[in-house]
């Protein structure tokens, strides 16, 4: 291969679909998402219904890389030698000094080396690494919050309802029922979240494909809810 890399000289190029030649609307997307899992702890666990409730500022707290520990309420954001770099108790930021007394003044995340090696998930810890369950990291700080005030212990069990809001609304029959708030909700009404390819989008997607290039679809969506964003992305 020579020092440049260039499409035309590929046969076979695969796209991935979400967030890449689909763009979501963010700020819409994210409340939905915000919105389909909160609702869900609110309706089917029993949970305060002033999760629902959100203010622009309170987006703030969002952002990829997140770690919430599941042991004891935090979620941290680390340098890539697993140093806390910030960390929150629930929805609160935990000073300098609270960070040294709970990490140690190294400011070492015990469960690093673990999530480093395979990013997989774990009973200890969740990664936020997408914007599909990103929303998430704030309902778990405000999930912690409403366990204090109501003067509960703050453990790993409430990740179990977490983790079953999560598939009340992603889980692959989702779509096709019209089960939970998220599918339901970009049925009826595409445009607010989605973002249709430009033009010149389609017409360099065309002009490989009459080039004899052979064009992939990559995802982990499920067919049913790829098809619906194809039909509106790219016509």
Same mark, same amino acid.
């Given at each position: 291969?020579?020092?440049?890399?260039?499409?035309?000289?590929?046969?076979?190029?695969?796209? +991935?679909?979400?967030?890449?030649?689909?763009?979501?609307?963010? &700020?819409?997307?994210?409340?939905?998402?915000?919105?389909? @899992?909160?609702? /869900?702890?609110?309706?089917?666990?029993?949970?305060?219904?002033?999760?629902?409730?959100?203010?622009?500022?309170?987006?703030?707290?969002?952002?990829?890389?997140?770690?919430?520990?599941?042991?004891?309420?935090?979620?941290? %954001?680390?340098?890539?030698?697993?140093?806390?770099?910030?960390?929150?108790?629930?929805?609160?930021?935990?000073?300098?000094?609270?960070?040294? %007394?709970?990490?140690?003044?190294?400011?070492?995340?015990?469960?690093?080396?673990?999530?480093?090696?395979?990013?997989?998930?774990?009973?200890?810890?969740?990664? /936020?690494?997408?914007?599909?369950?990103?929303?998430?990291?704030?309902?778990?700080?405000?999930?912690?919050?409403?366990?204090?005030?109501?003067?509960?212990?703050?453990?790993?069990?409430?990740? %179990?309802?977490?983790?079953?809001?999560? +598939?009340?609304? /992603?889980?692959?029959?989702?779509? &096709?029922?019209?089960?939970?708030? /998220? @599918?339901?909700?970009? %049925?009826? +009404?595409?445009?607010?979240?989605?973002?249709p390819c430009s033009d010149s989008v389609k017409t360099w997607l065309q002009s490989m494909k009459n080039a004899g290039k052979v064009l992939l679809l990559i995802t982990s969506s499920h067919s049913d809810?790829?098809?619906?964003?194809?039909?509106?992305?790219?016509?």
């Amino acid at each position: 291969m020579g020092d440049h890399f260039s499409l035309s000289d590929c046969d076979v190029i695969g796209f +991935d679909l979400d967030h890449t030649l689909c763009r979501y609307h963010l &700020k819409e997307t994210s409340r939905l998402i915000y919105e389909s @899992f909160a609702g /869900y702890l609110v309706e089917h666990k029993g949970y305060d219904k002033d999760l629902l409730n959100l203010t622009p500022a309170t987006w703030d707290f969002c952002f990829k890389g997140l770690v919430v520990d599941l042991e004891d309420g935090n979620l941290v %954001k680390l340098a890539e030698d697993g140093t806390v770099l910030r960390a929150t108790h629930g929805s609160n930021d935990l000073s300098t000094e609270e960070i040294i %007394k709970h990490y140690g003044p190294k400011r070492e995340w015990k469960h690093f080396n673990s999530l480093n090696t395979s990013f997989t998930r774990s009973a200890k810890y969740y990664f /936020y690494d997408n914007y599909f369950d990103l929303p998430g990291a704030l309902l778990c700080g405000r999930v912690v919050d409403m366990l204090h005030k109501r003067g509960n212990e703050v453990n790993s069990d409430f990740w %179990k309802d977490m983790v079953a809001a999560i +598939d009340h609304n /992603y889980n692959t029959s989702a779509f &096709k029922e019209d089960a939970g708030t /998220y @599918f339901p909700s970009v %049925k009826r +009404d595409p445009g607010r979240y989605l973002q249709p390819c430009s033009d010149s989008v389609k017409t360099w997607l065309q002009s490989m494909k009459n080039a004899g290039k052979v064009l992939l679809l990559i995802t982990s969506s499920h067919s049913d809810y790829c098809r619906l964003i194809c039909e509106h992305i790219l016509g």
